[in-house]
């Protein structure tokens, strides 16, 4: 139990990691005058290193024991946590971001071998229980936790909040965790391709997310996209011939895996994009305060802490098809809902559709992790676990990243659209001017400053509309996306019986 509590602590602090920092959005985007391509960063760059590192885990836990690697991934944490919220810039402030997806990537599985390793069989139930608790009640309640800060401290003391929980776990990890001596000599591990992909991850990223700032065809997002593209083919070669692969492509030859994989993908792109987009849409666009927003985040959060156990049933009854597609398709209606909100939507109305997309994953993740493991053989259940998991949160990279570029452009284009009507035809911009000038001269401003500060409230109302249609584009590709998906999601059911490898 003291095991159990020791991990549940270090667990604590990175889902307050996890799930904090998308409410901070705007008030960074502010503090270091950047836009939303180069904020998006502080959550991608989390996620593409939490999805390589977690395939690490259990060759760090093999050469160095529980003690010393919960000891090492909690210091690494601690350090990343201090260096964000202390960052002068935002690459500091990225590389802190790393550094916390680093340690979690190790921390979240080494937490659960922990536990397994020390109890037997028939009260792992339990112990598993108790360490599920605190991971689903910190993303459920840091967000109001960080919205509250926001608003009455600072953005940067969302991350010095996890540092308290930080201490207790190292002190705890070096008296109660199992220990072991280094292993000689090391056990083999896929370095090669575990280089291959990081890089080729955040060059995909690098490029994807600085396409719309630097130009599409420059040379420097060329560069990335090409080299990007160029070290996934060479891993997906390298991964067929090594002896112990970072990732088991020969698991992909099973349809149904496949398949779960694939769905696995968009469900990660849609659970971080939505937990992403939505806290910057409502304080950006409808001035909601941080608090406000967390508290929006945190509905849903509970919304899916009390549907998973009834999901949990509804997986175990029924083939995973059934519950995946059917989660794909409430995600979708969901986010066709909001994908019409605006300015003057009210709080419970989005309360309302965030809940349903939030019904929907609750749905279909336990049926994704469920499935997944059905359809590998005995000997590959951790493979196919961590790669269940990979793609889930290397889904919610990209879905980021990929969603911020396509709202950037929608932006500017409906920025250019209207921009195009203010023209000498158009009455109810004449209408506007004229008013926002008598209200000013009602103050005693000069004509000429009336004139310029009637212009000025044109523009900043042109940019607001501009936005609120690029963020109800972004969310109708989300719906879209999580439509067309429930047709693979479907053809999981007909690849129940696949042959094994």
Known sequence: ?????????????????????????????????????????IATGFLATMSTTMLLSS????????????????????????????????????????????????????AMFSIFNVFPPERRGMAVGLYGLGTVLTPSFGPILAGIAIDTISWRYLFFLPL??????????????????????????DWTGFVLMFAA?????????????????????????????????????????ATYPFLDLTLFRDRKFALIMLCGFVFGAGLFASGYFIPVFVQTIQNYSATEAGVLLAIGGLIMMVFFPLSGRITDAVSS????????????????????????????????????????????????????????????????????????????????????????HRAQFHGEALTATQTSANN?????????????????????ERISGSLDYLSKVIYAQANTLGFQDTFLVIAVVALIAVGPAWMIGKADNPKRY
């Open 59 to 110: 060759w760090l836990i093999e050469v160095l024991g529980q003690r010393i690697t919960y000891f090492l991934t909690m210091t690494l944490f601690a350090a990343g946590s201090l260096i964000s919220a202390t960052a002068p810039n935002i690459d500091l402030l990225v590389i802190g971001r790393v550094m916390q997806g680093a340690a979690t990537g190790v921390g979240q599985p080494l």
């Open 164 to 189: 308290p929980f930080c201490l207790p776990a190292l002190l705890m990890s070096l008296i109660f965790m199992p220990t072991k001596k280094l292993a000689r000599p090391l056990p083999s591990f």
């Open 1 to 41: 139990w003291l095991v159990t509590l020791t991990v549940m602590i270090g667990a604590i602090a990175m889902g307050f990691a996890t799930s904090m920092v998308n409410v901070a959005v705007p008030a960074v985007m502010g503090a270091y005058g950047v836009g939303l391509d180069q904020a998006q960063w």
């Open 201 to 241: 991850t955040f060059l995909l990223l690098g490029g994807l997310s600085n396409g719309h700032r630097w130009g599409w065809v420059s040379d420097a997002v060329m560069l990335r996209l090409t080299g990007g593209c160029a070290l996934i083919g060479i891993f997906i070669w390298w991964e067929t011939k």
């Open 321 to 408: 098809h059934i519950p995946i597609s059917s989660g794909l398709l409430i995600f979708s209606v969901g986010f066709f809902l909001i994908s019409v909100v605006d300015v003057n939507t009210a709080f419970w109305a989005l309360v309302g559709y965030t809940s349903i997309n939030r019904v929907g994953l609750s749905l279909a993740i336990p049926a994704l992790s469920a499935g997944a493991l059905k359809a590998v053989p005995t000997d590959k259940l951790a493979r196919g676990a961590s790669s269940a998991t990979f793609f889930r949160n290397l889904g919610g990279g990209f879905g980021i990243t990929l969603l911020t570029a396509f709202f950037e």
């Open 428 to 448: 109810t911009t004449f209408e506007l001017l004229d008013t926002v000038r008598q209200l000013l001269g009602k103050y005693g401003i000069p004509d000429q």
